[in-house]
């Protein structure tokens, strides 16, 4: 059975930094493109970073130098480094694996993975 697990979430003041991780049972994250994605109340899930079996990676505009996203094989764990966090980046954060190859853009489109995990609350406070 595939599970993904997520935690490490908290509040922080703006500008300061998170490190949310997802592990992963069942299978195995080298096996698969996973990602992160986020969701505020009312609004749509937003892709975050995603990153291939091949450790190509792939982040949003409003992310893009601020977030890395990586994993640890060993660990069968995905993390988020999230530094220089914004009000905005306010949401619940969500791990999600793909059962296909995903390209571009397709790697932060929340129809295109098929496990999710059960999400883990960032709140950024001014």
């Known amino acids: 059975q595939f599970q993904l697990a997520a935690s490490g979430g908290g509040s922080v003041q703006d500008g300061g930094s998170l490190r949310p991780s997802c592990v992963a049972s069942?299978?195995?994250?080298?096996?698969?493109?996973m990602g992160w994605f986020r969701q505020v109340p009312g609004k749509l899930r937003e892709g975050v970073a995603a990153i291939d079996k091949n450790n190509n990676t792939y982040y949003g505009p409003s992310v893009k130098g601020r977030f890395t996203i990586s994993k640890d094989n060993a660990k069968n764990t995905l993390y988020l480094q999230m530094n220089s966090l914004k009000t905005e980046d306010t949401a619940m954060y969500y791990c999600a694996a793909a059962g296909a190859s995903l390209w571009g853009v397709h790697m932060l489109t929340s129809y295109y993975y098929n496990y999710w995990g059960q999400g883990t609350q960032v709140a950024v406070s001014s």
């Open positions: 069942g299978w195995h994250v080298r096996a698969y493109c």
